[in-house]
């Protein structure tokens, strides 16, 4: 998961989320059942334009047959959730879907 946090609100929000990473992963772990290695979290300070959400998450998912789109736009509203509750800022969230043939991840 990658958050992107614009540069003018980034000092006074990077604390709250970084507080929010460890309750993430576990609400990731725990929605998508999945063991902790399969999480990997970004925090980017970036420029944007005033009129875009705050705070920008993109988040990349192995399908499964559970894994409906239904299913990952409640998971994506939990996280929109999260990080607009623990910031108080404007947060908009991605997903897709990875490839499984062509994913590779060496850790």
């Known amino acids: 998961m990658k958050i992107y946090i614009d540069a003018d609100r980034y000092a006074a929000a990077v604390g709250a989320v ?21 999480c990997q979290f970004a925090v980017l300070e970036v420029l944007g334009l005033e009129d875009q959400p705050q705070i920008n998450v993109e988040i990349l998912i192995l399908p499964r047959p559970e894994r409906t789109r239904e299913r990952i736009i409640e998971l994506c509203t939990l996280i929109r959730t999260m990080l607009a509750d623990a910031t108080g800022l404007h947060v908009a969230v991605r997903s897709s879907m990875l490839d499984p043939q062509t994913y590779v991840a060496l850790k």
């Open 18 to 38: 970084r507080n929010l990473l460890l309750p993430l992963r576990g609400m990731l772990c725990h929605e998508l059942n999945v063991d902790v290695t399969a």
